[in-house]
Each structure stands twice: as C-alpha cells, then as structure tokens.
C-alpha cells in the first residue's frame, strides 16, 4: 500500500483491481513481462497472504506497475501526451485512495487476516487501539443478544470472583455490600425457610446473648441510679417483689394467656379448654397427652422417691407452659411473655375454686373422657384466665398497710402548719397590693411608706411632707385592703427650705413692695438663722408691718429685718413713671412731690437740677426725647406749687440713674431724680 | 355432636409392632423400617360409631409406650389413667408372647377395671396352619380380656377390628 501511495509515478491500473488480483487467484495483467513472483496455485488468498511471502509479492506487482509505464514511455517516445498523463493518473489514484467505498471493498476480504497477522506480529499495538472501543463492543454486543454474552461470560465470572476475592478482597466487599440487604430480602420473599435454616444456628444465640446482655446493661443502670424517680421506681417494684431486670422484660413483652387446659391427670385427658380466639388453636388432646406423659416420665426420674415432685413450667421458644396441679386434674396454661407474679397465684386460685365445686361427688377423679359431665362452669373459670390473667378475686396476699398513725399524725401537723402557711401568704399578697398601689400614687411615690399587717391592721409607717399626703396614704391604703383596720403612723415631716428658692421668693416680694412704695428695696437670705434682711430706702412707717408679715409668709422665713436708710430727704426721692409716659402718679405729687415743695420753699437757697431718666426698653430716639420731657413735666409741677423755675434747671439721659444697672427692674430706670446744684 | 375421648396404651416387648399396628390404625401406612420408640409417642384417632349412648364418636388416643426390654420395664405411670390396653407379641418370637401375660399383670394391677386386648402380631410371617394352632393354644378366658387377634400391621389383617372392638368394650 505505502508503496502505491508514495510512488511519484502512478499508473491506470486502479487500486481496487490491484486488491481484486492480489485477492483472486491467477488474474494477472495481460502482457506482463516479468512474472517475478509465481501465482498462488490452489491454496486461497488468505493463505497466500498469511505468510511475509504476500507482503513481498505485492511490493513486487508494484514496482512492475512501475517498470511497465517506464517501457510504455519509452516505446513511444514521439507521443508527447504520455508526459502530461502521469500527474493526471497520480490524481486519480489519491481520489481513489480516498474513497471509503472504493478502500472498504479493497480492504474487506482481507481485513481479518490483516488483523490476525498484526496481532501475531504485535500484539502491543494492537491492544491500545481495541481498547479504546472494547467498553463499546461488549455495550452493543449485550444489547444485541444478552443471552449470548451472559452464556459466554457465565463461566468466567465465578472464577473471575474467586480470583478477586483473594487478591482484592475489600473491593469485592464493597461492591456487593450495598446489594446484601435487598437480596437478603429477596431471597426471604423466594424462599423463607432456607434463609431460616441457613441462619437459625447463629441467630437464636446471638439474640440471646445480645438480649442478655442488655438486660443486665438496663438492670445495672437502674441499680446505679439513686434518683428519687428511680428509688420510687425500685421501691415499688421491690413491694410487689419483682426485680427491676424483670420490670423491663415485662414491660419489652407484654405477658399473655393463649391457652388454658384442664387435663385429667392419670390419663392426660382433656377435661376442658379455652383458646383465645384469632390464635392458631393448640391440639388440646396431644398437648395434654405429652404434657401428662413428660409430666410422668419427670415424676418417674425424680431422684427422691419419699415425695412427688411436680413439673411446673415448660418453656419453648418465646412460650411458656405453666401448670398447677392438684390432685386429680392439673391446670396446664400455654402463656406468652414474662407471667407476673399475681399469674401463679390466679392459677391456683381457678384450680381451688374447680375442686372446691366440682371435686365432690368424683367428677375429676373418674372422668372418663366424657365432656358432656362437665359442668359449664369449668370452662367459664378458665376463661378468666385467659382474659384476665393477673386480676385477683380474693387476694390473699395482703398488703402492707400504712402507717395510718403516721400519716394522721402528719395530717394534724399538716393542717395548722398549712394555715399559718395560708395566712402569712395571704398577709404577703395585701401588703404587695398595698405597696403597688402607694407606688402607682404620684404624689406619695417619692416617700418611702412601708406597709405591714399585724392581726387585722394595716399599719402604714413612715414619712410625708404634709398632713395631706398622710392622708391620701392612708385612702389609698384601705381602697386596695378594705378589710383591714387602719392605723396610720405616718410622721408629716417639714422638709428643709431650700435657701435659692427662698430667696429668690424674698427678693421678687421685695422688690414689688419697693415698687408699690415707691422705693428700692432689696433682700438677702440669711439660712443658719432662717433670717430674711431687707435693705433699702425709708418706706413710711405703717408699711413697715404690711412687708414683713408677707415676707414672713415665705416657708422657711423665721424673721425679717429691715435695714432702711432712716427718713429720707426729699431730693433723694426718685419719682417714678409708668412707661412711656411723663405723666406724674398721683401719690408720687403728694408723697414726694409736696415735701419737695416744702423742702424747698424751707431753704430757698437751693437750687435743684431735675434729671429725666428712661428704661432700655423704648427705642433710644424716643427716650432720648423722653428723658428730658420727664424732667420738664416734673419742674412744671414744681413751678405751679409754687417754687421759681429759676432755681429749677432740666436735664435728660437715656442712661439709668445712679445705683441702678441694667439687670435691675426697668421701672427703677423710669425717673426722675433730684440734684442739689449749690 | 358428643365426642368421647379414652386414653389406650400398646404394652409388649421391644419390636413386636407396637408403632407399626398404630401407623396402620391411625396413617394407613406400613414401613419394614424398624424404629425403636422412645418414651412415649402418643397419636389420635377419631373412631366413628354407630349411636350408643348418644355418643357420635369415639376420640381414641393411643399411648405408645417405649417398648419393654430385659434392661428396662415399662413405666407403670403411663398406664394410668387409661381405660384399655393393647397388649402386643410377636408370633416369630415366642418370649414376646410369654410375657403377655407379665404385661396383663401390669396393666391390670394399676387399672383393675380396665379392658385388655391382645395382639399376636405379624401372621403375614405365618402360614395358616401355625396361625390356626397359635390361635387354638392361646386362650385367655378371663374378663376384660378380649382375643387373641392374629394381626398383621403389614397386610392390616385385624387391625381395624381389634382397635373398634377395644374401644366399644371401654365405653360399655
């Protein structure tokens, strides 16, 4: 093939006809001048092929191919076109080599011996290319035909398992290890009782051995455990005498009673039986046959001949016969679950009461098999121990009783205790509602009122302020503990002044009693001798009371003393206006104005100045206009009582008077005052 | 419908066909297989007779004892309390048949009321000549005592009747 393709010479022959002779026997280009390699005589083309022989004869016909065009060329060497049909074939050649028809008809019939020999040569190589599809190959092959691979895989696979399992183990492991649980269950749906045969040697012990085991695990926990749940637990359990191992197995498998069977004891006769219904019913007449039988063998084996040892219990699997016996019959009970103790004794309380009524008269001792002389009363006996196993008609075992002295003496202890108990917890709840209430009361939730009750009185102490406030405690009080006398000790305590306050009450007083007279009083507040002192100008005489009663009003005023400057002259007076006004007061003419006049007219040698003053209120064009007109107004006044204006001169200042500043009142700064000139 | 149950025992020596008469009775079968009981195998068959005393039907259920060898006694506790016995011999071996009347004794001495029959057993193994002068020479003309039968468990030659027989008898 390489041969053909890289060949720079080609030829007409096609590639297909090449294969077609290289496949076929004895088909050869007529003509061919050199039969190099001989014809396969009869054997086939794939075992011509098999052999290097065939790689050999087909580079051969190649290079015949070759030598015949050469000769052709050179046959005919006037034949110009034979040089331009070399490419021309060359192509045609790659077209044909490209052409997957043309190649798989070539290839075809030659394919498995190619394959095969490749393989024979070199298996190396041949193993990555197929193992890049053989995934592939074995996917369609198992889709195609499922029947025909499994057949074929079948006997690789156990032994490819083995094989596994021995160098790999934990790998097979893990691969089936999901599968176990679902073909387990499968394998118990196909077929039950090979699984339980296959598993019943482990199982039986291993249960048992777990349940063993853990029942001891519980048994010692409750027995470690000295809670006070456990305690009672345990106490209780030990009065009925059952352990606590014993406890939890009952509580684990409910005891029932399937069957109960009267059985005539000689003869293992069944005298009477009762089933519980739904259940599969027991053969009576065997079971009582080979209980009798077994009870007989065990009475025969026993090792002391003086008295009769009785079988009592049988256990099977998870089933227990329990039998009481007595002298003629026996009661033999097939019982499911751990029998409580009250069982035994229900068992020989039916079994008394059988042969207390029907034991006369031979019934039990000779009977014969014959049912019909069995009195319905047996059954019905029976049956309550089906239905109710553990339920005593007479219990004959008696409890221990209380100790009833203790427990009436803890109720005689019980009782007065409680009720002090009730009474002091009542007493607690009203003074809680009392204290909430004072608490919820603005004015008395500042003072510390304390409530407490003695017998049938509410006592309220502390203290308040005001007689007031003591007797809203005390409403308050009752509204929420009506029942209840009142004893109100609350103390009603002044409480200290506070000395700004009392001053500044002092001072605003002061100051309107200074105004009212005309004159500028002020105030200091004296605390260590709750003293108020006043100091200022003279105010008339009986004004002196009027002041000091009310500055005594003030709460934390004792006393007042007044300092005032003596009597005062006539032109230290200061006549006020109101503002914006130059309007003279009517007592401010006859309490300063007229003494004036008398001063003066007294020394007429005085002159006087009149000064205008005015408040920071007004604009200043205005006060300044004010001032000097309050001077004037005043002189004018002057000069009608009778005084020469000469002697009288006039001024005005916005500015305040002398003594007085800014902060003071603004009436203070609406006056007019007086200056001796001479 | 009144069923009657009655206790009965097979009594005799050690392979006679005790388990085998009642394996014909009971299962309608016969094995050639021998299998010593041990202790007690007890079976049941109802028993349908015709109406005596209002009864319908007779509940037979057999005690098969473990059978008695020169080492060993029958437990005398497991004849207690049954109303008839089958005593079984086998007519090949003559001691079975000499201790019948050790197996009467017993049966007897705890159940004095009691009814008795008596097997000799395995006749298929007898011409009719040796059954003809076995049944001539056994005689046990006392009470309560019924055969001796010539039973076969193999070919079921009177086993049906020595069971019925036994059972009217315990319930006159």
Redesign the interface.
């Known amino acids: 093939m390489s041969t053909v393709t890289e060949s720079p010479q080609g030829n007409d022959f096609a590639l297909g006809e090449l294969f077609q002779f290289l496949t076929e026997k004895d088909v050869r280009p007529q003509g061919h001048p050199v039969a190099a390699a001989p014809a396969p005589a009869h054997n086939g083309v794939k075992s011509a092929l098999a052999t290097d022989e065939a790689g050999e004869r087909l580079r051969q016909l190649l290079l015949d191919l070759l030598d015949i065009e050469a000769q052709k060329a050179k046959a005919n060497p006037e034949n110009s076109e034979g040089e331009q049909v070399w490419p021309l074939r060359l192509r045609q050649l790659e077209r044909q080599c490209r052409d997957p028809r043309v190649m798989g008809q070539v290839i075809f019939p030659i394919f498995a011996v190619l394959l095969q020999k490749k393989i024979a040569q070199s298996p190396e190589e041949i193993i990555p290319a197929l193992a890049l599809i053989i995934d592939r190959v074995i996917e369609t092959r198992s889709l195609s035909d499922r029947t025909a691979l499994s057949k074929v895989l079948a006997t690789v696979i156990p032994g490819a398992i083995s094989k596994q399992l021995g160098e790999a183990p934990n790998e097979v492991i893990q691969a089936i290890a999901p599968a176990m649980g679902k073909a387990i269950t499968e394998q118990v749906r196909l077929d039950r009782d090979a699984m339980v045969d296959a598993l019943y040697p482990v199982i039986g012990n291993t249960i048992s051995k777990y349940m063993g085991e853990v029942v001891s695990q519980i048994n010692d926990r409750v027995e470690q455990t000295f809670s006070l749940k456990g305690i009672v637990r345990r106490l209780s359990l030990r009065w009925q005498g059952i352990s606590d191992a014993e406890q939890i197995l009952r509580d684990a498998i409910p005891f029932r009673v399937q069957a109960v069977f009267l059985i005539h004891k000689n003869s293992g006769l069944v005298i009477a039986d009762v089933q519980q219904s739904g259940a599969q019913a027991l053969e009576a007449d065997m079971l009582a046959g080979m209980l009798t039988a077994i009870r007989s063998f065990a009475a025969e084996c026993s090792t002391d001949p003086r008295h009769q040892s009785e079988l009592t219990k049988i256990d099977y699997e998870d089933f227990q016969i329990i039998m009481e016996v007595a002298g003629y019959c026996y009661i033999a009970a097939v019982t499911q679950g751990d029998p409580p103790g009250n069982f035994s004794i229900k068992l020989r309380q039916t079994l008394s009461s059988i042969i207390l009524n029907h034991g006369y008269g031979g019934l039990l001792e000779q009977f014969d098999g014959d049912t019909r002389r069995v009195p319905d009363s047996i059954p019905q006996l029976l049956r309550e121990l089906l239905v109710a196993p553990t339920v005593l008609e007479k219990p004959k075992v008696r409890r221990r009783p209380l100790p009833v002295g203790l427990l009436i003496l803890l109720i005689l202890l019980g009782i007065p205790l409680g009720w002090v108990y009730y009474r002091h917890w009542q007493k607690q709840q009203v003074i809680l509602a009392v204290d909430e209430a004072i608490a919820t009361t603005p004015t008395l939730a500042l003072y510390g009122i304390r409530p407490r009750i003695q017998g049938e009185t509410l006592i309220l102490t502390g203290k308040v302020p005001s007689p007031d406030l003591r007797e809203e405690a005390g409403t308050v009080a009752l509204e929420v503990a009506p029942k209840f006398v009142l004893d109100n000790q609350l103390l009603t305590v002044v409480a200290p002044p506070d000395p700004e306050a009392i001053a500044a009450e002092a001072q605003r007083l002061t100051q309107s009693f200074g105004q009212m007279l005309g004159t500028m009083l002020t105030s200091r507040y004296d605390l260590p001798h709750q003293q108020l002192i006043v100091e200022g100008g003279a105010i008339a005489p009986e004004q002196i009371t009027p002041l000091t009663e009310s500055l005594r009003q003030i709460p934390g005023v004792q006393s007042v003393i007044l300092t005032l400057n003596g009597d005062p002259s006539p032109t230290a007076q200061r006549l006020y206006f109101n503002p914006n006004s130059t309007v003279i007061a009517p007592q401010e003419q006859t309490q300063k104005l007229e003494p004036l006049v008398a001063y003066l007219q007294a020394n007429p040698n005085i002159r006087l100045q009149i000064i205008g003053h005015t408040d920071t209120s007004g604009t200043e064009k205005i006060n300044q206009r004010l001032a000097p007109e309050r001077a004037e107004v005043v002189k004018a006044a002057l000069v009608q009582l009778g005084i020469n204006g000469d002697r009288l001169a006039i001024a005005g200042t916005i500015a305040p008077p002398p003594q007085v500043t800014e902060s003071d009142a603004l009436w203070l700064s609406r006056c007019v005052r007086f200056q001796v000139l001479n | 419908m ?6 009965i025992c097979m009594v005799g020596d050690f392979g006679v066909g005790k388990t085998s008469l009642i394996r014909r009775f009971v299962d309608r079968e016969f094995s050639d297989r021998y299998l010593s009981t041990v ?2 195998k ?1 079976s ?1 068959k109802v028993v349908p007779l015709p109406p005596i005393d209002d ?1 319908d039907e007779l ?1 037979l ?1 057999i ?1 098969d004892l473990e059978g008695q060898t020169k080492f060993k006694a029958i ?1 005398p ?2 004849l ?4 008839g016995v089958l005593v079984v011999a086998d007519v090949t071996r003559s001691e079975t048949i000499s201790h019948i009347e050790d197996h009467l004794q017993l049966f007897f001495g705890v159940n004095p009321q009691g009814w008795v029959a008596i097997a000799l057993n395995k006749t298929d193994l007898l011409d009719s000549d040796e059954q003809t002068y076995l049944q001539n020479s056994l005689q046990f003309n006392r009470p309560h005592i019924l055969g001796p039968y010539l039973t076969s468990a193999k070919s079921g030659d009177n086993v049906d009747q020595i069971f019925t027989t036994l059972a009217k008898k315990m319930l006159d």
Do not use: D, N
């Open positions: 009144v069923t009657v149950s009655k206790k202790g007690v007890i049941r009864i509940k259920l005690w437990t506790t497991y207690q309390g049954s109303s």
